[in-house]
C-alpha cells in the first residue's frame, strides 16, 4: 500500500531574508526542499507532492532536480496549501504525512515511526519532544503574570501523519469553517483533525527535526550536515 506526503513550501521565509521561498534555501549544497524530500524518501514514503508558490512551480522543480516528487501551486496559507495538494494523493495511499520542507534534517526513522503508528491504527500521529525551556505568561506590557507548569507539555514537529480519510474529513471541515466566514485557529495539520474529535498520537521526536526559519537556525542546519559529512568521510 502506498505512503504518501504532502510538503508544503509556498512559504515566502522573509524572516531568512534571502528573497526568495525559504525551501529554495541551500544547505550544504542542497535546497531544503530537496533534502526533506530525500529524507521522506529514505522513511518509507512512496509518493511525494510538494506546494509551490503560485507560479514557482518550474523553480521548484528545478530545485529537486529530477527527485520522485509531484509540484503543485499552493495558496495563501498552510490550510490552502495542504488541501490544494490532497487532489494530488493517489486514492490509494494508506497514509498521507504533512511535512515542512524547514525541517529538512528530520531523521528518517521519525518518518518511518509516523507511518508506523498510523498503520498500527492511529488516525493522526505527531513527533514530539518534552519541552525544555521555562515558560513564563506575560501581559501586553511584557510583563511575566505567571510560570506555566511544563508537565504534560511536549514541542510538535513534523511529519505528522494521518489516515486519508482524516486528513481530507479534518481539511474539508475547516474549509467549510473559512466559507461560513469563521477563522482558521489551527495553526498544523494535526490541530484540525482533533477540532474534528481526533484523538492524536505521539511517537518521539528528534533534535534534528527543528524548523529552519533564520539565519542562526540556517547556520546550524549548515554545521549539522558538515559535521555529518565529515564523520561519514
Do not use: N, W, Y
Amino acid at each position: 500500500m502506498t505512503v504518501a506526503a504532502i510538503v508544503p513550501a509556498a512559504g515566502r521565509g522573509e524572516r531568512l531574508g534571502l528573497g526568495r521561498p525559504k525551501a529554495l534555501a541551500v544547505v550544504g549544497g542542497l535546497t531544503l526542499v530537496a533534502r526533506a524530500v530525500d529524507g521522506l524518501v529514505e522513511g518509507g514514503v512512496d509518493v511525494v507532492v510538494v506546494v509551490a508558490p503560485p507560479g514557482g512551480e518550474d523553480e521548484f522543480r528545478a530545485a529537486l532536480d529530477h527527485r520522485r516528487a509531484t509540484v503543485v501551486p499552493g495558496a495563501d496559507d498552510r490550510v490552502g496549501s495542504v488541501a490544494a495538494a490532497l487532489g494530488a494523493v493517489p486514492r490509494d495511499a494508506e497514509v498521507v504525512l504533512v511535512h515542512d520542507a524547514a525541517r529538512c534534517l528530520c531523521p528518517p526513522e521519525v518518518v518511518r515511526a509516523v507511518i508506523d503508528a498510523v498503520r498500527a491504527g492511529h488516525r493522526a500521529v505527531v513527533p514530539a519532544t518534552p519541552v525544555a525551556d521555562t515558560l513564563k505568561r506575560t501581559g501586553p506590557a511584557g510583563v511575566v503574570i505567571a510560570t506555566v507548569d511544563r508537565t504534560g507539555l511536549a514541542a510538535v514537529q513534523t511529519p505528522q501523519g494521518f489516515d486519508p480519510a482524516t486528513l481530507r474529513a479534518a481539511h474539508e471541515h475547516a474549509r467549510s469553517g473559512r466559507d461560513a466566514g469563521g477563522p482558521v485557529t489551527a495553526t498544523d495539520d494535526a490541530g484540525l483533525a482533533e477540532e474534528i474529535g481526533v484523538s492524536v498520537a505521539t511517537v518521539p521526536g528528534d533534535p534534528r527535526a527543528f524548523k529552519v526559519t533564520t539565519p542562526l537556525d540556517l547556520a546550524m542546519a549548515e554545521a549539522l550536515v558538515a559535521a555529518a559529512t565529515a564523520g561519514a568521510s
